[in-house]
């Protein structure tokens, strides 16, 4: 079969079980439970193009999710204060000021533009500086980190304009749509799904691009690139961006499906647990990273209402036998049932490079 | 090649038809936004159980806590049942772990409102816990019954607040420092929202009642390094403390007290998160002879405490202590079945009429709850941490005294909320 056309039929094939079997058969709860998984896998989409494809180790997403999702919540606590208005919880715990850099939030145009624009930016910056100092592998991976622990720490600490370990919620609506109405939880969830579908196939477009083959051979080759001419910074960061990007639009498209974003959402133990699923479903394919995402999201959601004293046991078994026995991800399993490496690439020599990740993320 | 990137052309292409055919399927049922009229309620109240939900941390930080919590909500559903029930009906428990997040409170809240059908939900102990499941009882409207003290200026008609709110346990922690003649009081607490809001009350009391606030210091949550904090506070020449850090960071905080020298006897530190559970922890040498603000102790003189410590060592072993937020969540279940019963209904909006004036004859004393606030009249108790772990009376208020969230009682607390 040819694999365009393969990946072609997948994606047709998720989009129906997304857009007609997954609301056909699902309860208001469930759905909105799955639109919740499917903004993690957004993140889950950058990680595993930043990760797998680029060998950054990036450990800390859990700040550009938290930007998206804060920005997000802080548009919909002014809409909902009404023209002029102050958030409740200012009222209560602080001094019932607006900060100036609240203000913008106001309108929903300035929110948008800052979500797809601010945290790509910042990764931007900050990977081109970090990488233009051959600053790689698992210092990288600290530093991302590092950036996620001081994220969640600056959230708490401001807990008059920021929510602190309460985060922000009690969103009343989204763009003016009631969020209380199941109708327009539902439109949530299509939304959702559209974008995450949409980010799938713009990865699948890069993948095959000019500018993806140039990542996946900085990640293997980063001095043979350099020699060539290119700039391997510039290469990662923008990756690096890209993936900040994503992880902006999920979380901010999380805060209004969750209802809340706090700084449990931000920090390092839901960074790690973002690239859990990366690391489960594959990282350096197309399709791991989401199946993978949802896949351990629903475990953690289904195996805590069955087992709600030892559920984790279970996901720690879990996560023990795919780094043990699978390291590149359940999607080796197919790796090794057909020879050909057709993870949705064309089986041309030039492109051969797409074998699983790889040590470059590792020194 | 040339047939490979045509190929890539192509489906990209359609990718990108799809994706925006998916999108536009979405906007064509977008629909009139509705007027939000509460869920419609799917209690099954037609069989012979009806079901309940408990709510606790049992992974993540908070588990060890919680833990205590759900054991005594178990306790206390295991002995209704035993005595036929609410209403002539089983009480079937639906459990849940909140994994110490509050998103995932949010999520499992919502799951036994609209999923499992749930009269009542009982749980939550963070602060953040509670605002996270504040607004999906309120829009599914049903009932929280919330067992732990916190930090006032709250009061929902969906949730019932069994433990003690600023005026039951900060003020007279106050009023007893107040009394033993202190003068200059340091305050340090975790950095949440319950320590910051404690310390914004102190601050007014202080002002109000020639009381002088020598240091207020914030440690992250699960800090464990307190050197700074402590040379600050011996510098000060505090002779009191007011102590709301929560968790492990009370093991570090005591050991550095401890370590530089300071006493109990001279420079007493009154906390309000330690409970006889946490005495262990931080080990009883550590903190012999400091003092807590609670509105139960184990040692608590009353025929229902008895009982309750008896059931409750003969369920879970003699080596397990009862504590204040232990014994709110066992309160908690038998106000809800008093107030079932007064109304003879599960039906929310009836539970919410006949709540007001509801008595339960509760380990710690006669509580009655307050229609208006939700909350419950309490007695106070300053306790004092003696070296067989358990935690001793030293001062109680007289009687009950009736919840003020919002402190509307007090002169000096005019401008905090």
Redesign the interface.
């Known amino acids: 079969m ?1 694999p ?2 393969k ?2 039929a997948g ?2 094939g998720a ?1 129906v079980l ?2 007609a079997v997954a609301p056909a058969a699902l ?4 759905l ?2 799955l639109a ?1 998984f499917l903004c993690l896998a957004m993140v889950a989409v950058g990680i595993g193009f930043a990760w797998g494809r680029g060998g950054m180790l990036v450990l800390g997403q859990g700040v550009f999710f938290g930007l998206g999702g804060y920005l997000m919540a802080m548009h919909m606590k002014l809409a909902d204060a009404g023209p002029g208005g102050v958030p409740d919880f200012m009222l ?2 602080g001094n019932g000021v607006l900060p100036g850099w609240w203000e913008p939030m106001r309108s929903p145009v300035v929110t948008v533009l800052a979500i797809l624009v601010l945290p790509a930016a910042l990764a931007l910056v900050l990977g081109y500086a970090v990488f233009r100092r051959r600053v790689r592998g698992a210092y990288f991976a600290i530093l991302s980190q590092a950036l996620a622990a001081a994220f969640a ?1 600056l959230l ?2 401001q ?1 008059t304009v920021t929510g ?4 922000l ?3 009343r ?1 989204f763009f ?3 969020l ?5 939880k ?2 949530l969830y ?2 959702c ?2 974008v995450l ?2 980010m799938v ?1 713009g990865v ?2 890069l993948m ?1 691009s000019r500018y993806g083959e140039l990542l996946v051979a900085v990640r293997d080759q980063e001095n043979r690139v350099r020699f060539l001419g290119y700039d391997p910074a510039l290469i990662k960061a923008g990756a690096y961006a890209l993936a900040a990007c994503f992880a902006a639009v999920g979380g901010a498209l999380f805060t209004p499906v ?5 700084p ?2 931000v920090g390092v133990v839901p960074s790690i647990s973002l690239l859990i699923g990366v690391a489960i479903g594959g990282r350096a394919t197309l399709l791991g990273p989401v199946i993978g995402s949802i896949a351990v999201s629903w475990a953690e ?1 289904g195996l ?2 069955r087992f ?2 030892i ?2 046991y279970f996901l720690g078994g879990l996560f023990i036998v795919v780094v043990a026995f699978l390291p590149n991800g359940l999607a080796s399993l197919t790796f090794r049932r057909r020879p050909s490496p057709a993870t949705g690439k ?1 089986t ?1 020599p030039a492109t051969s490079v797409d074998l699983p990740a790889t040590s470059g993320g590792h020194p | ?1 040339p047939h ?1 990137s045509k ?2 052309r ?3 292409v ?3 038809l ?2 925006a055919l ?2 536009s ?2 906007g064509a ?3 009139e ?4 009229a509460p ?1 419609e309620s799917c209690v099954d109240t037609s069989g012979s159980a009806v079901k309940i939900g408990f709510l606790n941390s ?2 993540g930080t908070m588990a060890i806590s919680e833990q205590t919590v759900r054991d005594s909500l178990d306790l206390a559903a295991a002995e209704i049942n035993a005595d036929g029930g609410v209403l002539g009906k089983q009480l079937q428990i639906v ?3 909140g ?5 995932v409170f ?2 499992k809240a ?2 036994l409102i ?2 499992d059908c749930v009269a009542a939900v009982f749980g939550g102990w ?3 816990s509670r ?2 499941m ?3 009882f309120e ?1 599914k409207n049903s009932l929280l019954f919330y067992p732990v003290q916190y930090e006032g ?1 709250e009061a929902s008609k969906n949730i019932f607040y069994t433990g003690a709110t600023t005026n039951q346990q900060i003020i007279p922690g106050m009023d007893y420092l107040k009394e033993q003649g202190k003068s200059k009081v340091f305050l340090v607490g975790s ?3 319950f320590p ?2 404690a310390n914004k009350i102190i601050n007014a009391y202080a002002k109000a009642n020639g009381i002088e606030i020598v240091g207020e210091e914030y440690a ?2 699960g800090h464990t390094d307190f050197a700074t904090i402590v040379n600050k506070l011996k510098a000060s020449g505090a002779d009191a403390v007011f102590n709301t850090l929560n968790g492990d960071s009370n093991v570090a905080f005591f050991k550095e007290y401890k370590n530089v020298g300071l006493k109990a006897e001279t420079v007493p530190v009154v906390s309000v998160s330690i409970a006889e559970e946490e005495v262990g922890g931080i080990g009883v040498e550590n903190i012999e002879g400091q003092l807590t603000a609670w509105n139960y102790y184990q040692t608590v003189k009353s025929a229902e405490n008895e009982t309750f410590v008896k059931a409750f060592k003969a369920e879970y072993g003699a080596g397990r202590p009862t504590s204040d937020p232990m014994e709110a969540a066992y309160t908690s279940l038998y106000l809800w079945k008093a107030m079932v019963e007064k109304a003879d209904s599960f039906d929310v909006a009836a539970v919410q009429t006949a709540a007001d004036g509801v008595t339960f004859d509760a380990p710690e004393g006669t509580v009655t709850v307050n229609g208006e606030n939700h909350h419950i009249a309490k007695t106070a108790y300053i306790g004092k941490i003696d070296q067989d772990g358990l935690i001793y009376p030293v001062w109680e208020s007289e009687g009950a005294i009736e919840p003020d969230p919002f402190l509307k009682g007090y002169d000096w607390a005019a401008g905090l ?1």
């Open positions: 040819n365009a056309l990946t072609w994606f047709g989009a997304l857009f309860s208001d709860f469930r909105n439970l919740k209560l715990y720490l708490i600490g807990q602190g370990t309460n985060g919620n009690g969103f609506s003016g749509y009631d209380a109405d199941p109708l327009n539902q439109t299509y939304i799904a559209g579908l949409a196939a699948r477009l095959n969750a209802g809340i974003i706090s449990a959402d959601t805590s209402e709600p004293s559920w984790t064309q041309q | 090649m490979s190929s890539t192509r489906s990209a359609t990718i990108a799809a994706a998916a999108l399927a979405c049922k977008a629909g936004s509705g007027s939000a869920a049992l992974s459990a849940e772990d994994a110490s997040e509050p998103t949010a999520e919502d799951k609209s999923s963070t602060s953040s605002k996270a504040l607004p999906v829009s200026l950095d949440y929202v910051r809001t992250p949550l909320s």
